[in-house]
Nanobody, 126 residues
Framework: QVQLVESGGGLVQAGGSLRLSCAAS????????MGWFRQAPGKERECVAA????????YYADSVKGRFTISRDNTKNAVYLQMISLKPEDTAVYYC???????????????????WGQGTQVTVSS
């Protein structure tokens, strides 16, 4: 069983920055594809960024391209989401997710992920 714990959320003004972290337990983290999802009230959960198990491939939703950066450190069993130029519409609960099995490329659909964190709230004020 893999446990994922997100941190780094909070309240920030529009235009500000936050860095989310996701710490994973387990010895096979380096073989997991990882993703960051978010869900705002009344909206469906969406993938905002994803990274392959090797780190060689990344994906960004159009709404965050150029503002969010996903990265991973397999030596620390961690994945990060650097967010800059935040907008009020970025307000949501952010979740990290892991898919086991050295999947080729990135994974962007939530049902393909095996493990989820508890989420961290990001609130961007205008």
């Amino acid at each position: 069983q893999v446990q994922l714990v997100e941190s780094g959320g909070g309240l920030v003004q529009a235009g500000g920055s936050l860095r989310l972290s996701c710490a994973a337990s387990g010895r096979t983290f380096s073989s997991y594809a990882m993703g960051w999802f978010r869900q705002a009230p009344g909206k469906e959960r969406e993938c905002v960024a994803a990274i392959s198990w090797s780190g060689g491939s990344t994906y960004y939703a159009d709404s965050v391209k150029g503002r969010f950066t996903i990265s991973r450190d397999n030596t620390k069993n961690a994945v990060y989401l650097q967010m800059i130029s935040l907008k009020p519409e970025d307000t949501a609960v952010y979740y990290c997710a892991a898919r086991r099995g050295r999947t080729t490329g990135v994974v962007t659909t939530d049902y393909e992920y095996d493990y989820w964190g508890q989420g961290t709230q990001v609130t961007v004020s205008s």
